[in-house]
């Protein structure tokens, strides 16, 4: 079975400073794995994916997300954050033979100034 | 959000009235979906189509009822059925039905029982 783990509730980080939100799957096979980002009372907004190719996969508002297949991880990433980018985050994975997309329960992340 | 578009905002119910929750696309995407959001809980599927007149039960099915008489809009019906339905309903779509397909959100509708 999928499964996607975020490890984290919760995030804080200084503006300015350099952010990590993390991410671990589990597929049998083949992972697409895709970030959302979602601010409050909001849908979700697409950020990424990784589909197949070059393991760094670069993604809207400065964020990219690296995937590693030994360490089954795919973690988002920012060289330096903005308050602006204090929201929820989900990442999500499917198999690549298709099935449900499964996210995970997701990351408060926090930018203070 | 743009292209999917969800009304309305902000739902109140009584307990023991069935709602309706609409969901509309205009980005002549072929799939649709359900999910539900608690806090805490990531988002769960509830149901899914992807063509019109054929809709599959997600993970929590129970006490919802959707139809997909036009490619554009997939409605949800929350039933007296539904023991807790107070939740942050989200639909979404996707261009295909491809596991590389992004799926795309609405902006939600909020749903409390009183």
């Known amino acids: 079975a999928q499964s996607v783990a975020q490890p984290e509730d919760q995030v804080n980080v200084a503006e300015g400073n350099p952010l990590t939100v993390k991410c671990t799957y589990s597929?049998?096979?083949?992972?697409?794995l895709f970030w959302y980002v979602q601010y409050p009372n909001r849908g979700l907004q697409f950020l990424l994916k990784?589909?197949?190719?070059?393991?760094l996969v670069k993604g809207s508002y400065g964020f990219e997300a690296e995937f590693n297949k030994s360490q089954t991880s795919f973690h988002l990433k920012k060289p330096s954050a903005l308050v602006s980018d204090s929201a929820l985050y989900f990442c999500?994975?499917?198999?690549?033979?298709?099935?449900?997309?499964?996210f995970g329960q997701g990351t408060e992340l926090s930018v203070k100034p | 959000d743009g292209g999917i578009t969800q009304s309305p905002k902000y739902l109140f119910r009584k307990e023991g009235q069935n709602v309706t929750l609409s969901c509309e696309q205009n980005?002549?995407?072929?799939?649709m979906y359900w999910y539900r959001q608690d806090p805490g809980q990531g988002l769960r599927l509830i149901y899914y189509?992807?063509?019109?007149?054929?809709?599959q039960k997600g993970d929590i099915a129970e006490g919802y009822s959707v139809s997909r008489e036009k490619k554009e809009s997939f409605p949800l019906t929350v039933t007296s059925a539904q023991k807790n339905p107070t939740a942050f309903y989200l639909c979404?779509?996707?261009?295909?039905?491809?596991?590389?397909?992004?799926?795309?959100f609405g902006p939600g509708t909020r749903l409390t029982v009183l």
């Open positions: 979404a779509s996707t261009p295909g039905q491809g596991p590389q397909d992004t799926q795309y």
């Open positions: 597929v049998s096979g083949n992972p697409y």
């Open positions: 990784y589909i197949t190719g070059d393991n």
């Open positions: 999500a994975v499917r198999h690549s033979l298709g099935g449900k997309l499964i």
């Open positions: 980005l002549n995407h072929d799939a």
């Open positions: 189509s992807q063509i019109v007149n054929d809709f």
